[in-house]
């Protein structure tokens, strides 16, 4: 578990929320990136708190159930001081018709929301092509067992069942965490839409917390099936984090490659 929050907000945040955690969660640090999560209470966030706050929601959040109103609140209350603390002037993005957080010029980042806990990443893309972030709920044995059909590949799968039986719910976690942080990544690049069995995990250590994936599929001419990418993931109370970043250097992306 993470030590307790530390971070003071330049403006006071909801009733409904948390005091900001700045502090870094994964084994290796990313040059230039600012990451910033809080709890928040679903049933103490009120509408009012979009104009009182500055959080600008999108005719389409405004329609949507209070969950999603306030996952979106909590997330870009986050973005918010993130971008803030990373270049001196707060941003709140909108969202593009794909429904991802649409980035002023400039910044690349992620937005990620499960349970109690909102939290974001950005960074400047001088640095970065694209960031991917994630959080899940740690999954049962049961559920992970359920669901590791449609998460996992032939070859993760054989992985599952060579762990001990209390690893297992965390494996599926693990995984389901990092490709979904690898789409995050990706998509803005390549505009098209891939899943779960398209991509594979193909080593991890849980001593450092780092992991590969290899893509299974052809995106586009730049990220054809073959292409390598590292993730880390950790774990942060009872979720897990996951971040896949791309580097803008074309160097460091074929050293990914390899």
């Known amino acids: 578990m993470p030590p307790s929050s530390i971070a003071e907000a330049m403006t006071p945040l909801p009733d409904g929320c948390s005091a900001l955690d700045d502090r870094w969660p994964w084994r290796e ?3 230039m990136a600012q990451w910033m999560a809080l709890h928040f209470d679903r ?3 009120a509408e009012e708190d979009f104009a009182t706050h500055g959080i600008g929601a999108p005719s389409s959040v405004q329609r949507a159930a209070p969950k999603r109103r306030a996952e979106f609140l909590a997330g870009r209350l986050c973005v918010r001081e993130a971008s803030r603390r990373l270049t001196g002037s707060p941003c709140v993005p909108g969202i593009t018709e794909s429904k991802a957080p649409r980035w ?4 690349a980042g992620s937005i990620t929301h499960s349970g109690t806990l909102a939290a974001a990443l950005v960074a400047p893309t001088s640095h970065y092509r694209g960031i991917g972030l994630d ?4 999954m049962s ?4 067992e359920r669901l590791a059909p449609q998460i996992l590949t032939p070859n ?3 992985w599952l069942t060579s762990l001990p039986v209390e690893q297992r719910g965390a494996f599926v976690t693990q995984v389901f965490s990092l490709k979904e942080s690898l789409f995050k ?3 803005p690049l390549v505009g098209a839409r891939f899943y779960f069995q398209d991509a594979e995990l193909i080593d991890w250590c849980n001593e450092s917390q780092q992991a590969r994936l290899m893509l299974l599929k052809t995106l586009s001419p730049a990220w054809p099936a073959g292409t390598r990418l590292q ?4 774990c942060y109370e009872a979720y897990m984090l996951s971040l896949v970043a791309l580097p803008a250097a074309q160097e460091n992306r074929d050293t990914i490659r390899q």
């Not at 002023?104 to 910044?107: A, I, K, M, N, T």
């Not at 959080?135 to 740690?138: F, G, P, T």
């Not at 044995?141 to 992970?144: A, D, H, I, K, S």
């Not at 993730?231 to 950790?234: N, S, T």
């Open 135 to 138: 959080a899940e709920a740690i």
């Open 156 to 158: 993760e799968r054989k």
């Open 231 to 234: 993730g880390q993931y950790a």
């Open 43 to 45: 049933q103490r966030l």
């Open 141 to 144: 044995l049961q559920r992970g």
């Open 104 to 107: 002023p010029q400039g910044l």
């Open 29 to 31: 640090p990313l040059a």
């Open 185 to 187: 990544a990706l998509f």
